[in-house]
Every structure is written in C-alpha cells, then in structure tokens.
C-alpha cells in the first residue's frame, strides 16, 4: 500500500501559514539580500534593484572603510598606544557602545535572574506576588523605562537632588551627564527592565529539573549551592543559551531604551549603531546600509551557533 505524500500532511496547516510566508520571505530575506548587496554601492536615494544600478554604483568595501575610519562609529586611540609607552586601551563610538551594553546586561542580568530564580525556586511564600514585582517592568516598553530612568538619574531633579535635599551635601550620581559614565546608566536601566524575564526563562528551566537529582544530591549530602552550580547549572544549557542569544540580540539592535533616556548624549557619548543607521540613512544611504550589514554579521555570529546546536542534534536523532 503506498503512503501518502508528506507534502501533503497538514496541507490546510501548511495552507494557512502560506501568506506569512511569503512575507517573510519578500520582506526579511528579500531585504536582507537587499541590503547586503547595495552596500557595496554609493546610492543616495533608495533604488530598485536592478543588475545595473548596482554595476553603475559598485564601490566595493569603500562603504566599510569609511564607516570603520568614522569616529562617531568606532574610534580607539588607545589601540596605537599599546605598542608604546601607555597600555590604556580606550575605544568610544557607537560600535563600541553597543559592546559595552551587551557585555554588561549579559553578565548581570544573566547572573541577577539566576540567583532570583533560584530564591523564587525555594517555594517561598506569595512567590506569585514576587514573581509578578519582578517582571512587572518587562511589561514596560522601552521608551517609558527610558524616560523613568531619565528622569531617577537627573542631577537636577532626580536621586542626587533628593538625596542632597536629605543633608548628604557631597553625594554625586551623575552619571547620565558623564560623558565617560552614561553607558552604564543606560545598563542599568536596561538591567533593571530585563532581569526578570531572564528570571521567568531560569525558573522554567529549574522547575523542570527532575525531582529525583534534588533527592540523590541530598542523600549523597552535596550542599545546596554545589548542586545548583555542579549539577543543575550543567542540565539548564539550553535554557542558558536561548537566555544568551535573546540578551544578546536585544543589545545589539538596542534604540529605544537609548533614545529615550539620553537620545545619544552627552553628545553623542551614547550614540549605538540603531541610532547611527537611522539618522545617517537619508544623507548617506551606502554607508547606513553597510553598518546594517555589520548588525547583521554580528547577529550571525551569535545565532549560528545557536541554531547548529538547537536543530543540529535534532536533525542528527
């Protein structure tokens, strides 16, 4: 008896998700070739693509070039220093803004919404009141966090004004109007936003360890804190890693929270490459295509990776 075609299993499933699809595809791949693509060119104004609009405006890396020699993009004098007398390395711009954020909201949130998965693990008491408290600002958007936090970090008006108020006359927070310091204001408002979804994404993955590893770790009289770290920890990777490839993307097309909190200052201190792209796109569009290409790279650095490790064993059983 032959089977059935697989083409033709779930056929009004496979129907249904056709239009999605086709968008998907037209619009993400499509622009994303696109993209890669036309900013090998020194267009001005959006083309359609054409073989021969894109023969007419080749410039090959020029576009890179350009963009790496760019200051407010990336500029690290203290690179050519080490290979001297000073060993300061110092790098500013957007690029290296955007790092910094990511680097930061990976290793602490990762590390705040393990330890608070852990405490709501313990079967407290009102654990859903916490676990609301926590992920409570998740539901903010990123401009009203940036806005609140624009507004807690004001030396004029916000903790330091208060604070000063109260008698501690020499109390300084003042880190948003620092040009060397507002990265990390933004981290923090960044921090305080996203740790308790990192949390909920812990908790989930501690509340399906088996409850016979919790039993044999007590018996076999391992302490708390090394079953958790030896044991635990080891069986949560692929929570640690989805964890992982979903900070990391929210850092790297970071805009919003930036936008709102500093808009780019002091200067343009705070600047990120969203933000770069987006205002240089109407005055030099080969340039803002290609540090679009650079995002992209850099978001396939970190999902590749990811996806080998996810569908690869998958496909392998």
Same mark, same amino acid.
């Given at each position: 008896?032959?089977?059935?075609?697989?083409?033709?299993?779930?056929?009004?499933?496979?129907?249904?998700?056709?239009?999605?699809?086709?968008?998907?595809?037209?619009? *993400? $791949?499509?622009?994303?070739?696109? &993209?890669? #693509? %036309?900013?090998?060119?020194?267009?001005?104004?959006? @083309?359609?693509? +054409?073989?021969?609009?894109?023969?007419?405006? *080749? $410039?090959?890396?020029?576009?890179? &070039?350009? #963009? %790496?020699?760019?200051?407010?993009?990336?500029?690290? @004098?203290?690179? +050519?220093?080490?290979?001297?007398?000073?060993?300061?390395?110092?790098?500013?711009?957007?690029?290296?803004?955007?790092?910094?954020?990511?680097?930061?909201?990976?290793?602490?949130?990762?590390?705040?919404?393990?330890?608070?998965?852990?405490?709501?693990?313990?079967?407290?008491?009102?654990?859903?009141?916490?676990?609301?408290?926590?992920?409570?600002?998740?539901?903010?958007?990123?401009?009203?966090?940036?806005?609140?936090?624009?507004?807690?970090?004001?030396?004029?008006?916000?903790?330091?004004?208060?604070?000063?108020?109260?008698?501690?006359?020499?109390?300084?927070?003042?880190?948003?109007?620092?040009?060397?310091?507002?990265?990390?204001?933004?981290?923090?408002?960044?921090?305080?936003?996203?740790?308790?979804?990192?949390?909920?994404?812990?908790?989930?993955?501690?509340?399906?360890?088996?409850?016979?590893?919790?039993?044999?770790?007590?018996?076999?009289?391992?302490?708390?804190?090394?079953?958790?770290?030896?044991?635990?920890?080891?069986?949560?990777?692929?929570?640690?890693?989805?964890?992982?490839?979903?900070?990391?993307?929210?850092?790297?097309?970071?805009?919003?929270?930036?936008?709102?909190?500093?808009?780019?200052?002091?200067?343009?201190?705070?600047?990120?490459?969203?933000?770069?792209?987006?205002?240089?796109?109407?005055a030099n569009l080969g340039?803002?295509?290609?540090?679009?290409?650079?995002?992209?790279?850099?978001?396939?650095?970190?999902?590749?990776?990811?996806?080998?490790m996810e569908f690869g064993?998958?496909?392998?059983?």
């Amino acid at each position: 008896m032959d089977r059935p075609n697989p083409f033709f299993r779930n056929k009004w499933s496979k129907a249904a998700s056709l239009p999605m699809m086709l968008i998907v595809w037209v619009v *993400f $791949v499509c622009g994303t070739i696109w &993209t890669v #693509l %036309f900013s090998f060119t020194n267009i001005k104004i959006l @083309p359609l693509f +054409t073989p021969q609009q894109w023969m007419d405006g *080749f $410039v090959g890396f020029a576009n890179y &070039t350009r #963009l %790496f020699k760019t200051d407010r993009w990336m500029s690290c @004098p203290g690179i +050519t220093k080490i290979l001297t007398e000073d060993w300061e390395f110092k790098c500013a711009g957007a690029l290296p803004n955007m790092v910094t954020y990511a680097v930061f909201s990976i290793v602490i949130s990762v590390s705040l919404g393990f330890l608070l998965a852990v405490m709501m693990d313990q079967k407290i008491r009102a654990e859903g009141v916490f676990r609301t408290i926590y992920l409570y600002p998740f539901a903010l958007s990123f401009v009203v966090t940036g806005h609140v936090w624009a507004w807690i970090m004001s030396p004029e008006y916000g903790l330091q004004h208060s604070i000063r108020q109260l008698g501690w006359e020499s109390f300084t927070f003042d880190w948003i109007a620092d040009r060397q310091m507002v990265m990390y204001a933004i981290v923090i408002a960044g921090i305080w936003q996203g740790t308790g979804f990192v949390m909920a994404l812990m908790l989930a993955g501690l509340r399906g360890i088996d409850e016979d590893i919790w039993k044999a770790a007590k018996v076999d009289g391992i302490p708390a804190w090394r079953t958790y770290l030896q044991i635990v920890l080891p069986m949560m990777k692929p929570v640690l890693v989805t964890t992982f490839v979903i900070v990391t993307s929210g850092a790297v097309r970071i805009y919003d929270l930036v936008v709102a909190t500093t808009d780019g200052g002091p200067g343009i201190s705070s600047d990120v490459p969203s933000r770069y792209i987006y205002q240089n796109f109407s005055a030099n569009l080969g340039q803002s295509l290609a540090a679009s290409t650079v995002l992209l790279v850099t978001m396939a650095i970190v999902l590749i990776p990811w996806i080998r490790m996810e569908f690869g064993k998958k496909s392998q059983a």
